[in-house]
């Protein structure tokens, strides 16, 4: 019986090939208010019914939408205006609470009579949630003061700008600022205050917002790849937040003028475009890895490829949201309005210029379709070819792809984590590009050895050739290389989990299937990759149990899915890195060393690609390190304490 495939949720497809010519953008407004108006309730109420959360500030979304339309000037008529106002009507009547939700733990003051908008309508249902549906509902309601006037009466205007009001002083008064510890949150709330304060003339709220911004945001980022990122829900990095981030920091830009949103978008900027595979395949661990955004975060990728002039559209958004949120297909619910109508005033184009030339920063390397990313300790986590993404495998408890090795009571370790500083050379020869990472690991009994890992690519394959100084290791202790747990494969304009791998001709092996093994061979075939090996490959697999991904138990599960299963909220709330990190075990792809490596060393080579290729590899000890020679390339990869000067040695050249 074949399993059924599962498919990640909102990775499709790379938002920069999204049509936005104004032309596009008219058809798809004009189609949106066609929707809006044919279902809007006698009430005057714009919301979608099928919505069960997010709720507070959908029908303002809408209304704002209305007004977007009107002065682009797509259509201007009697029946927009009058659905704009009876829906303003409905918001100011029946969406502002002046009244403390019960179970809300974050009041600094209490019956403030402020307005705020809810999570969730019903009364002590989810009021953690009040304080972002707060800040959209605020964003929408400055849209509309900006953008409709000629829509709404003025009275309606009147009313709306006070509720505004109320809504920044319950935000940064009544209740605890950024409760969620959530930065995109706090910095929409600064966007709102600094455009509340323009349009008002209200210059002491456009100054507490810089003061919030600098005071919650900017002081509390934390660094990753030497770059500082806002915090989300306890971590810095997040593949769903961070891009919206960037929204809010382009048009707090917009707004403002103040430089530091254009430094601190570029600094996130250039973390996603060194985090981002060649494809645009976005990962790092569980934080909503397989939630990625749709138009929240199209106006910041738009504004800041440019800026640091890098591909950053490349990245696999959410179509089915794209260009406005939907509860139901098709029709806007209104919520996250706001970006909506910042990327459709919005004048800025996309950057595409592909590089020729590998790319390379610190912490990764990309060259045509192929790409591997590294962490901060500059091991391996994401390596995509072949439309595939292999991601870091996770070894009783350890994290990585790289040199493991089993001791004879085993015991087993995984030689990534670096002691002390970490080498970094790379090198562009004959079309291919090459990144040699050298760093000293220490071993449970001490003992420091020094492990080397090569990254050379053509643009279509990536081959990895690791060295390792194995003189200190006991004589028998068994040595591979972990490739990675392949994880993700494009289809269509979908991302289907991996859950196959099978020899070329034979008998697809279920990566699900409990303790099952294939091998020895040369070649794995996973998703549209081809993953071979100098020497023998083999699988394991986890045994049953909920700690282990891939297995039977699991096999039908995203890894964000695992991570929110075993985290610490199971409503799916908090850190989710806290759950994967309860892992013990994932499928193992385990390469052998090649039988000819120098004395006390050893030599692993393996090839990610479309298809299989015939590694033969050989080798030898040279006056300044180990020559390695493929049928693709030779590469010297120079001895771990570098040259006279202690800078890495490494010389390549195509075969």
Same mark, same amino acid.
């Given at each position: 019986m074949t399993a059924a495939a599962v498919y990640l949720p909102s990775q499709h497809a790379s938002v920069h090939d999204l049509p936005d010519d104004d032309e596009e953008l008219r058809t798809v407004l004009a189609r949106a208010?066609?929707? #809006?108006?044919?279902?809007?309730?006698?009430?005057?109420?714009?919301?979608?019914?099928?919505?069960?959360?997010?709720?507070?500030? +959908?029908?303002?979304?809408?209304?704002?939408?209305?007004?977007?339309?009107?002065?682009?000037?797509?259509?201007?008529?009697?029946?927009?205006?009058?659905?704009?106002?009876?829906g303003l009507d409905f918001v100011l009547a029946e969406r502002i609470f002046r009244t403390d939700n019960p179970g809300e733990p974050f009041l600094l003051v209490r019956d403030s009579g402020l307005p705020y908008a809810r999570y969730v309508l019903e009364t002590g249902d989810h009021p953690f949630g009040d304080w972002p549906s707060t800040v959209w509902a605020l964003l929408h309601a400055v849209n509309v003061l900006e953008f409709g006037r000629e829509v709404i009466t003025e009275a309606q205007w009147t009313a709306l700008a006070e509720v505004a009001t109320g809504f920044w002083?319950? /935000?940064?008064?009544?209740? +605890?600022?950024?409760?969620?510890?959530?930065?995109? =949150?706090?910095?929409?709330?600064?966007v709102a205050g600094l455009t509340l304060g323009r349009l008002l003339s209200e210059k002491s709220i456009v100054d507490e917002?810089? *003061?919030?911004?600098?005071?919650? #945001?900017?002081?509390?980022?934390?660094?990753?790849?030497?770059?500082?990122l806002p915090v989300e829900h306890g971590a810095g990095h997040d593949q769903n937040y961070l891009p919206i981030s960037l929204t809010f920091l382009a048009r707090a830009y917009q707004v403002s003028g103040e430089q530091c949103f254009l430094d601190d978008g570029d600094e996130i900027a250039r973390h996603l475009e060194t985090r981002l595979s060649a494809r645009? *395949?976005?990962?790092?661990?569980?934080?909503?890895?397989?939630?990625?955004?749709?138009?929240?975060?199209? /106006?910041?990728?738009?504004?800041?490829?440019?800026?640091?002039?890098?591909?950053?559209?490349?990245? &696999?958004?959410?179509?089915?949201?794209?260009?406005?949120?939907?509860?139901?297909?098709?029709?806007?619910?209104?919520? *996250?309005?706001?970006?909506?109508?910042?990327?459709?005033l919005d004048g800025n184009r996309w950057y595409r210029a592909p590089a020729p030339d590998p790319v390379h920063t610190r912490y990764s390397?990309?060259?045509? =379709?192929?790409? #591997?990313?590294?962490?901060? =300790?500059?091991?391996?986590?994401?390596?995509?070819?072949?439309?595939?993404?292999?991601?870091?495998? #996770?070894?009783?408890? =350890?994290?990585?792809?790289?040199? &493991?090795?089993q001791y004879a009571d085993g015991r087993r370790m995984l030689l990534t984590r670096p002691l002390g500083p970490v080498r970094v050379r790379a090198a562009y020869e004959g079309g291919l590009g090459a990144k040699l990472v050298t760093k000293a690991v220490v071993t449970w009994d001490q003992v420091m050895l020094s492990v080397q890992q090569l990254y050379v690519t053509d643009g279509e394959r990536l081959f990895l050739v690791a060295v390792l100084d194995r003189s200190a290791l006991p004589i028998n202790a068994e040595l591979s290389f972990l490739a990675g747990l392949p994880y993700a494969a494009a289809e269509g304009a979908r991302q289907r989990r991996i859950r196959t791998v099978s020899e070329p001709g034979g008998e697809p092996f279920d990566l699900g299937d409990a303790w099952r093994a294939l091998g020895p061979v040369r070649t794995l075939l996973a998703g549209g /990759?081809?993953?071979?090996?100098?020497?023998?490959?083999?699988?394991?697999?986890?045994?049953?149990?909920?700690?282990?991904?891939?297995?039977?138990?699991?096999?039908? +599960?995203?890894?964000?899915?695992?991570?929110?299963?075993?985290?610490?909220?199971?409503?799916?709330?908090?850190?989710?890195d806290a759950g994967w990190r309860r892992v013990i075990a994932t499928n193992h792809v385990l390469a052998a060393p090649i039988a000819d490596s120098p004395h006390a060393r050893a030599v692993f080579a393996l090839c990610y690609g479309p298809e299989p290729v015939t590694l033969e590899v050989a080798a030898e000890e040279v006056a300044d390190g180990v020559r390695v020679r493929t049928p693709f390339f030779t590469a010297v990869v120079g001895h771990p304490a570098g040259d006279v000067g202690g800078e890495p040695v490494l010389r390549i050249a195509a075969a």
């Open positions: 208010v066609s929707e #809006v108006l044919a279902r809007q309730r006698p009430d005057g109420n714009l919301e979608d019914p099928a919505a069960a959360d997010d709720i507070g500030d +959908m029908a303002l979304g809408v209304v704002s939408l209305l007004c977007l339309a009107w002065h682009r000037g797509d259509r201007r008529d009697r029946e927009l205006t009058d659905a704009a106002r009876r002083r319950w /935000l940064v008064e009544a209740s +605890m600022f950024n409760p969620q510890q959530t930065a995109n =949150q706090a910095i929409g709330a600064v917002a810089m *003061f919030l911004y600098h005071s919650e #945001v900017r002081v509390k980022r934390v660094v990753d790849r030497d770059l500082r645009g *395949f976005d990962y790092g661990g569980p934080r909503y890895s397989e939630q990625h955004c749709g138009c929240e975060g199209m /106006l910041g990728l738009r504004f800041f490829s440019g800026r640091i002039q890098a591909e950053l559209g490349r990245y &696999l958004g959410d179509r089915r949201v794209a260009y406005f949120c939907a509860t139901t297909p098709g029709v806007p619910s209104g919520h *996250f309005a706001f970006a909506t109508v910042w990327f459709f390397l990309r060259h045509g =379709q192929v790409s #591997v990313s590294l962490t901060g =300790q500059l091991t391996p986590y994401l390596i995509d070819a072949a439309g595939t993404a292999v991601i870091e495998s #996770v070894v009783d408890h =350890q994290h990585g792809i790289g040199p &493991l090795v /990759l081809a993953l071979s090996s100098a020497a023998g490959l083999r699988v394991e697999n986890p045994p049953d149990g909920p700690a282990y991904f891939n297995n039977p138990r699991t096999a039908g +599960m995203t890894q964000e899915q695992l991570s929110f299963w075993l985290g610490d909220d199971p409503r799916g709330y908090g850190n989710p």
